[in-house]
């Protein structure tokens, strides 16, 4: 069994960043610049933001973070990001989710240039990103796919089975291993026959956010499980996959936490890059 190792991947990432933005320094004379917005004081949302900021600096890119607190009201938030936009020295700008009720999501994700969407949330790259086009990937589901291809580099015709139909996490993966050709099944909450669908997967992806969902007998002997879930319980942080069980049926799984976690980050780094080298053309 391969225990697939994310801090080790998003490791060896990091320092393959860190070497192309020494390279663009050298070319352009500058580096690429990730501004996120960080609205109210969720201790989570503050933990991920301070681990992006800490990676950021650590590859050599601009990193900035602008807090506000909860009160903030829409139009202070759209009018930043309008700023940001026109800002040259920024490449990437991300809004951390979850927003205050008050503040419109769709607005907020619309109000991005898509060139500077590193979140790979607005319309204009989910619409990329399905036909096929360049696009800005949401940073999860491209960690996932690293995770994937590093086991098996070939994933044509292979069957996959994705948990979870999110605009985050399970339409996007759907997506990437689409263009890889294999041949996706999306589950979710009202699907039948969860456990015979997940029988059927060469790959399972698990991101519907329900603790040990995946048990052993879903799971194909030889098969690929990524768990994406990060769910609180009384016996701490467990994932969608039932580890210890399907651990012993699956050719390789990732581990919570330390499986996909550390690669989320590690791909918004990724995509700021990518904006910046697609606006130097
Ligand atoms: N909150 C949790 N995950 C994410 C993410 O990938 N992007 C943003 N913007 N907010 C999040």
């Not at 036909?131 to 044509?156: A, D, Q, R």
């Not at 291993?177 to 294999?182: D, F, G, Q, R």
């Not at 609180?232 to 996959?241: A, L, M, N, P, S």
Request: charged fraction near 25%; glycine fraction near 8%; proline fraction near 5%.
């Amino acid at each position: 069994m391969i225990l697939i190792d994310g801090k080790k991947e998003a490791a060896n990432l990091r320092e393959e960043l860190r070497k192309e933005v020494s390279r663009l320094k050298t070319i352009y004379n500058k580096v690429p610049g990730l501004t996120v917005i960080l609205i109210g004081d969720l201790t989570p949302s503050q933990i991920y933001v301070r681990n992006k900021e800490k990676s950021a600096k650590e590859v050599g890119l601009k990193s900035e973070v602008i807090k506000y607190p909860d009160s903030v009201d829409e139009k202070t938030i759209l009018d930043k990001i309008d700023k940001l936009n026109k800002d040259e020295t920024v490449s990437g700008i991300l809004v951390q989710l979850p927003l205050p009720k008050h503040i419109n999501k769709k607005k907020v994700i619309e109000a991005i240039i898509p060139e500077k969407d590193v979140d790979g949330f607005h319309p204009v790259n989910v619409g990329n990103l399905s036909s096929g086009y360049e696009s800005s990937v949401p940073c999860t589901p491209l960690g996932c796919y690293l995770l994937i291809k590093k086991v098996e580099p070939n994933l044509s015709g292979k069957k996959a089975v994705v948990i979870g139909r999110s605009n985050l996490n399970g339409k996007p993966m759907t997506q990437l291993l689409l263009k890889e050709n294999c041949t996706v099944t999306i589950t979710h909450s009202k699907t039948k026959d969860l456990k015979g669908e997940c029988l059927q997967g060469d790959i399972v992806v698990a991101a519907v956010g329900i603790p040990e969902l995946v048990k052993g007998d879903w799971i194909k002997k030889n098969s690929i499980v990524i768990d994406v879930g990060i769910n609180k319980t009384e016996k701490g942080i467990v994932g969608d996959v039932a580890f210890e069980e399907v651990s012993k049926i699956a050719k390789a799984i990732t581990p919570v936490p330390g499986g996909v976690g550390p690669m989320t980050i590690a791909c918004l780094l990724k995509n700021t890059i990518e904006c910046f080298k697609r606006s130097q053309s």
